[in-house]
């Protein structure tokens, strides 16, 4: 029997608070009275009674910011370094024990160089905790451990429908033969398919002959059943193709263009990084109604907002947390950088919503050492994903180029299968033309598609307000669209936590760069990016019908 418990009720103390008290995971320390700038260890306790132990028990942790050691009964069971925003399972079945099992959690939030984001570099809260959900898992013998369901749409027939080979790479608890069913149901429940065999250490494939693609306007999903003996598993799926040509991106076979709003999560000094589904839903339904088709995140996510993602049809780019320095990448950042796409692909791979990758943020795109970082992440990232693209994001299209060995190389970006570009000209990057700046930054494109990844405005650093942010939107965009750009993304919805702020203090210090306020309280900007956007999208569906 597959079986789930939630674990919310734990006891938390720091170092410099040794009195325990009760807290509720998900749970941050930083937006507590008394420690919203504690940076340090913390520990986390609480007792789960087993009637009888299962035949494997494994703790699920969507995430623990950012360094963590899991103890059961005394024992180390496990621990996850250098990750703090992805999900990681840890085996405890040898250390379970009928009736009462005494479960502790060591974690930190130092900054240091032996985690992604990389000490104090990086503009959000260093908020340390438990942070997002945990589960006691309990599988018997038949479990699978985990299946990837991989997708290719071999040719389109017009409304969103296409034909698509399925392979489904599961991987099982206990490894040996075992006859297994599939079904597949579409969103009305309908059965599209059936299949039996055996597990012999080869992938379950089939054939979709008419799927229904997963598209922002038509977000179709499947669930894909899987029964080994008396158990039953579900996973969640969608069919769709991403891919570029020359300076263009299409989905399912038609180009498109990526308009969309970013999202900084943590804003509200309630919650912080530890904020409930509700809380996330309303600033994901605020990018759906600022007629957004794709975002990016700088850091993984929960799964409940790409399941949300997934349900209501925005694209996204899930990053590695790896901004602004070390520019140079070493041994240590590459190694960081290859675990944590790991994680990614471990437990976000059926997502339909994440259409890229993204390896890293404003490194130096035109040194030699941030050219061979992206270039080896996005080999790696292919090696174990061939679905998705995997991109850079650079800040630097419009410097001088350089050479390197008698080459004039273009940007790191220009590595990646999307150029993008983090676009601040007449603000963070002086400018006197910012359609000649542009074309620069297109020279550096090798023929890619180029689709700038932030624009906006940051009081107060730079002077104008919400005023001069609608501004700066209406001109921008408009040049974006005159170049042929591939698409844009505004910085941002909201303004954030960060502990690199310009204003407030604590759990207050913030970036003053949104439509909403941390809150999500709207400003007058927000009305005007919802109906830019709303004339861009209803372009587009003029073209592609």
């Known amino acids: 029997m597959l079986r789930k418990t939630d674990l919310t009720e734990f006891q938390f103390r720091t170092q410099d608070a040794p009195e325990p008290r009760a807290v509720t995971v998900p749970h941050t320390w930083n937006v507590d009275d008394g420690l919203e700038e504690y940076v340090g260890a913390a520990r986390y306790s609480t007792e789960i009674d087993v009637s009888s132990p ?21 024992q180390k069971a496990g621990e996850h370094r250098g990750s703090g925003y992805t999900p990681f399972l840890v085996d405890v079945t040898p250390f379970v024990q009928a009736g009462q099992n005494h479960l502790e959690v060591l974690c930190e939030n130092t900054y240091t160089e032996q985690s992604l984001p990389h000490k104090k570099d990086f503009d959000w809260a ?34 969103d429908r296409g034909r698509a080979e399925v392979s489904c790479d599961v991987r099982l608890w206990k490894n040996e033969p075992k006859p297994y069913r599939l079904q597949v149901t579409d969103a009305a429940g309908e059965t599209v398919h059936t299949q039996e065999g055996t597990f012999d250490g080869t992938n379950p494939r089939f054939t979709l002959e008419n799927a229904a693609l997963w598209s ?3 977000p179709a999903l499947y669930t894909l059943r899987l029964i080994l003996g008396n158990e039953e598993q579900s996973y969640r799926f969608g069919v769709r193709k991403i891919e570029t040509r020359g300076d263009k991106i299409y989905l399912n076979g038609r180009p498109i263009k990526l308009i969309g709003v970013e999202w900084m999560p943590g804003s509200n ?4 990084m530890a904020e409930p589904e509700s809380e996330q839903e309303k600033f994901l339904s605020m990018l759906k109604d600022l007629n957004c088709n794709f975002t990016r995140f700088h850091w993984q996510q929960s799964d409940f907002t790409l399941d949300w993602c997934d349900e209501h049809g925005i694209l996204v780019q899930e990053e590695i947390p790896y901004w602004g320095a070390p520019k140079a990448a070493g041994k240590l950042q590459t190694e960081i950088a290859k675990r944590q796409a790991d994680d990614m692909l471990a437990f976000h791979y059926n997502h339909p919503s994440i259409a890229c990758w993204g390896v890293g943020n ?23 994903d061939p679905m998705r693209l995997v991109n850079y994001v ?38 006197k033309n910012y359609e ?6 297109l020279s550096h494109t090798k023929g890619k598609p180029l689709v700038v990844t932030e624009f906006g405005l940051c009081e107060p650093v730079h002077k104008g307000g919400d005023p001069r942010r609608i501004e700066i939107y209406k001109e921008k965009t408009a040049l974006y669209e005159k170049l042929g750009f591939a698409g844009w993304v505004y910085f941002c919805l909201n303004d954030y936590r960060t502990h690199i702020g310009e204003s407030g203090s604590g759990k207050y210090k913030q970036r003053i760069h949104g439509s909403v306020d941390l ?27």
């Open 362 to 384: 404003e490194l130096g795109g035109h040194k030699k050492a941030t050219i061979a970082y992206v270039r080896e992440m996005h080999r790696y990232f292919k090696a174990g």
């Open 126 to 159: 260093c908020d340390g905790g438990i942070v997002r959900p945990v589960e006691w898992v309990e599988y018997d013998e038949n479990c699978a451990r985990s299946c990837r369901i991989t997708s290719t749409v071999t040719e389109f027939f017009g409304d």
């Open 436 to 441: 000649k700046d542009m074309r620069r930054a």
């Open 394 to 431: 650079s800040n630097t299209m419009t410097f001088p180029r350089m050479l390197f060995s008698g080459e004039v190389n273009a940007d790191a970006t220009a590595s990646g299968d999307i150029c993008m570009w983090n676009e601040y000209l007449g603000t963070w990057m002086p400018s």
């Open 519 to 545: 809150v999500g309280s709207k400003k007058p900007s927000y009305d005007f990016v919802k109906a830019h956007n709303a004339l861009w999208q209803e372009k587009q569906k003029e073209e592609k019908a």
């Open 54 to 74: 299962a035949w494997k028990t494994v703790l699920y942790f969507q995430a623990v910011y950012h360094t963590c050691t899991v103890f059961l009964n005394g």
């Open 269 to 272: 000094p309630e919650y912080g």
């Open 216 to 218: 922002p306007e038509h």
